[in-house]
Nanobody
Framework: QVQLVESGGGLVQAGGSLRLSCAAS????????MGWFRQAPEKEREFVAS????????YYEDSVKGRFTISRDNTKNTVDLQMNNLKPEDAAVYYC??????????????????WGQGTQVTVSS
């Protein structure tokens, strides 16, 4: 059974930082893309960041460029999202996602077949 488990969410003041982690089990994701998405109340789930199978390429949603950094450790089957200078509009449930076959960093939600349960990020102003 494939599982993606996120951790690291919480409450932070605007301008603060959080580091989200995602641990995968049940299969290796070292040969496929991984990503982070988020969903705020009453909004669609949206792309945040993705990373290619070997970490060589990353892709960010415009509003998080320069503030968020995605990284992965294929030896541990993990992917992290470092979030700096958080803003109230970053508040959402953040989901880790793993592709089934896509190798390159991709923003398309349809390229991801495996999803975590989500971790809440709250940013106070």
């Amino acid at each position: 059974q494939v599982q993606l488990v996120e951790s690291g969410g919480g409450l932070v003041q605007a301008g603060g930082s959080l580091r989200l982690s995602c641990a995968a089990s049940g299969r290796t994701f070292s040969t496929v893309a991984m990503g982070w998405f988020r969903q705020a109340p009453e909004k669609e789930r949206e792309f945040v960041a993705s990373i290619s199978w070997n970490g060589g390429n990353t892709y960010y949603e415009d509003s998080v460029k320069g503030r968020f950094t995605i990284s992965r450790d294929n030896t541990k089957n993990t992917v992290d999202l470092q979030m700096n200078n958080l803003k109230p509009e970053d508040a959402a449930v953040y989901y880790c996602a793993g592709a089934r076959t896509v190798l390159g960093a991709t923003s398309s939600i349809y390229d991801y077949d495996y999803w975590g349960q989500g971790t809440q990020v709250t940013v106070s102003s």
